[in-house]
């Protein structure tokens, strides 16, 4: 047992002096404590863990879940055989590409977005309120309404495209043509998430004491060295915070894809989830999919790592 | 306060960065009026060329939402006459209306599924969150990372192992299946945001009351969830909205039964697909109540949506 650290004024507060301990009827409080926790540690061991585990049992079999048939173990045959799959490869390509340009404009838009709504114009928590409503909704109707707003001909988004460009709306497929649909569902999440980054970012600008500046302005820094000075790396913590959680739960990526684009054409958006939800529900091969589950949640899981340590190294400095 | 601070800016810069984020805020907007607009429109303006701005509204879309129709021979309308406004709407097709459609019972699933795991959350959350707030848990931080952990495995990672499971539980496309489910997913957001809530509340209220001769249980119960109260609002319609939004599970593990709207949304565009307006009066009716939600939640949204790592 690990005893938690705690200073001395804060143990002095919990600790119960005897007169009171005699005083509490019933259980003591390390009962209760267990009473307390323990239902949600068994509902996330029941649903959470459990079927961990069950995963990486069947990831070492060739176990289909729609027949009846012996169940083999295989060793690591699964995991060799995704590891060296050009076309799994290829999904990576495209996450990769996903989470790299979701992240470059929502952090760049967010950013900008807090740094305007910080210089505290009237009516600012009216429209910030307003911006930050689509990322509260449900993707996957998110991205049914955008293949309505993609369509070629009809699309508000081709009419307000081919009206600045001059190009015909019906001339570019957003949604199905190998070039742009990558960018398609990158715009659609960028829309959704990047209030998400801008109320983070707001938050990290309102967390800088106004005197910082004010000494800077004493020692005749100018605006533009005071933001790469003092505002930059104040926000820094927040904006990698921003980064982490937009990371994971892009990496995660299912819902609003699958929507928008079903992972085609082709599989130029076929996205990790969603080409393992193919392997596992459509194709059956659950031995195959648990090994492919096991190979992403390790992935997440050690980047997240990583970076959580780099972002603690952010923060002390 | 002084008149004069180096820190407040300009009338111009606020002006400025005022029009900025107006014009954003605009365009962010545009999509979703022009889907609760659409849900206005008769079929053929929905898909009309240039995209109409001005319409004249029909509740076509809702209608059609809300019912299957029929086509019928032209004896058989002259016969009988319409008898509400909405058989007179689809009528103008020749049709009639057969029944409901599944939109209620999905919707009404989601409401259930939606409620029923909030609850749940909530109730498992607060006291797990009050123990690793007030008492000493051996590996209580351990315990706390792994309980955020299960957050980051890919939900179809997760599915696999539940849908089999579930089918051996005989709890596959059940309400109660998918409020486990989702209860199980909530908690960890549950138990992080109300732990922060609960240690903003001064340990000394409970220690008072203990020593007035209060029990654990009626510290907890009489004076701590009360000081919790807006904490566990806040916190209860974060899982509300999540069990709402949520899809992969639905569209993975429910068929029928227990299929929230979600998945059922897009499958309103029918064969043909050109109902275009039944979409959108689908998703706006579905949106609609997350928007309210939105914004009576503002003043947490932050710390709900970073699961209490930043607090403002």
């Known amino acids: 047992m690990v005893p938690m650290p705690q200073d001395p004024a804060t143990y002095a507060a919990t600790a119960t002096p005897p007169r009171v301990a005699r005083k509490i009827k019933g259980l003591s409080d390390r009962a209760i404590a267990w009473i307390f926790v323990g239902p949600t540690i068994f509902l996330l061991l029941a649903i959470n863990i459990f079927p961990l585990i069950w995963t990486i049992r069947l990831s070492f079999t060739n176990f289909k879940a729609n027949r009846n048939r012996e169940v083999e173990w ?5 995991y060799e055989r995704i590891l060296t799959d050009s076309d799994i490869w290829l999904n990576m390509q495209a996450t990769a590409h996903f989470l790299f340009w979701t992240i470059f404009f929502q952090v760049l838009i967010g950013f900008t977005l807090a740094y305007l709504i910080n210089k505290k114009f009237k009516g600012n928590d009216l429209w910030t309120t307003i911006i930050v409503l ?4 449900s993707p996957a109707v998110v991205g049914n309404f955008w293949k309505f707003l993609y369509q070629p001909q009809i699309g508000l988004f081709n009419y307000i495209v081919a009206f600045f460009t001059g190009k015909d709306p019906s001339s ?3 949604l199905g043509s190998v070039q742009l649909a990558p960018w398609s569902i990158v715009i659609v999440d960028t829309w959704m998430w990047t209030p998400f980054v801008m109320l983070i970012c707001l938050a990290g600008l309102r967390s800088i004491p106004d005197y910082i500046y004010e000494a800077a302005e004493v020692d005749r820094a100018s605006k533009l060295r005071q933001f ?14 921003a980064v982490l959680f937009r990371g994971i739960e892009n990496f995660k990526m299912f819902d609003l894809v699958v929507q928008l684009t079903g992972g085609g054409p082709g599989s130029t958006t076929e996205l990790t989830s969603i080409n393992l939800k193919r392997e596992a529900f459509e194709k059956w091969r659950t031995g195959y999919a648990s090994a492919y589950a096991i ?8 980047l997240a790592s990583i970076y959580v340590k780099a972002l603690n190294k952010v923060k002390e400095r | 306060m002084s008149s004069f601070s180096v820190t407040e800016p300009t009338k111009r810069t606020k002006w400025f960065a005022g029009t900025m984020v107006i014009v954003y805020a605009l365009i962010t907007m545009l999509p979703l009026a022009w889907i609760m607009m659409t849900g206005f429109k008769s079929p053929a303006d929905a898909i009309s060329y240039p995209p109409k701005v001005v319409f004249e509204p029909t509740l076509e879309g809702y209608v059609n939402l809300f019912t299957t129709r029929t ?3 032209d004896e058989f309308l002259a016969a009988n006459p319409p008898e509400t406004w909405y058989e007179e709407i689809v009528r103008e097709y020749d049709m009639v209306i057969a029944g409901p459609s599944k939109f209620g019972e999905r919707f ?8 029923g795991s909030t609850f749940l959350s909530i109730v498992l959350g607060t006291l797990a969150a009050y123990a690793f707030s007030r008492f000493k848990i051996p590996l209580a931080d351990d315990l706390l990372f792994f309980i955020l952990s299960t957050r980051m495995m890919p939900p179809i990672a997760v599915a696999i192992p539940i849908f089999l499971m579930y089918r051996q539980l005989g709890l596959s496309d059940t309400h109660l299946g998918m409020i486990l489910l989702y209860t199980a997913v909530n908690i960890s957001l549950a138990v992080w945001l109300l732990k922060g809530f609960i240690d903003e509340i001064p340990r000394e209220y409970e220690e008072a009351a203990l020593i007035d001769g209060y029990t654990r249980f009626q510290a907890f119960y009489k004076v701590v969830l009360p000081q919790a109260a807006t904490g566990i609002a806040s916190t209860a319609i974060f899982c509300l909205i999540f069990a709402w939004n949520e899809y992969a599970f639905a569209v993975l593990l429910t068929s029928g039964t227990a299929q929230t709207a979600p998945p059922f949304i897009p499958t309103i565009i029918g064969v043909g697909g050109l109902d275009w307006p039944a979409v959108a009066a689908g998703a706006t009716i579905f949106l609609l109540p ?10 947490h949204l932050l710390r709900g949506i970073t699961f209490g790592a930043v607090r403002k």
Do not use: A, D, H
């Open chain 1, 295 to 302: 190979i992403l949640f390790v992935t997440v899981f050690g």
């Open chain 1, 74 to 78: 295989i060793g690591t045959r699964n």
């Open chain 1, 172 to 174: 570019f497929e957003m």
């Open chain 2, 290 to 299: 997350v928007m309210i939600f939105t914004i009576l939640l503002r003043k």
């Open chain 2, 71 to 73: 086509r019928q021979t």
């Open chain 2, 108 to 115: 009404l699933n989601s409401v259930i599924i939606g409620f």
């Open chain 1, 228 to 241: 790469f000075t003092i505002t930059i790396p104040m926000v820094l913590p927040f904006l990698m915070l």
């Open chain 1, 134 to 137: 689509p990322m509260m909704l």
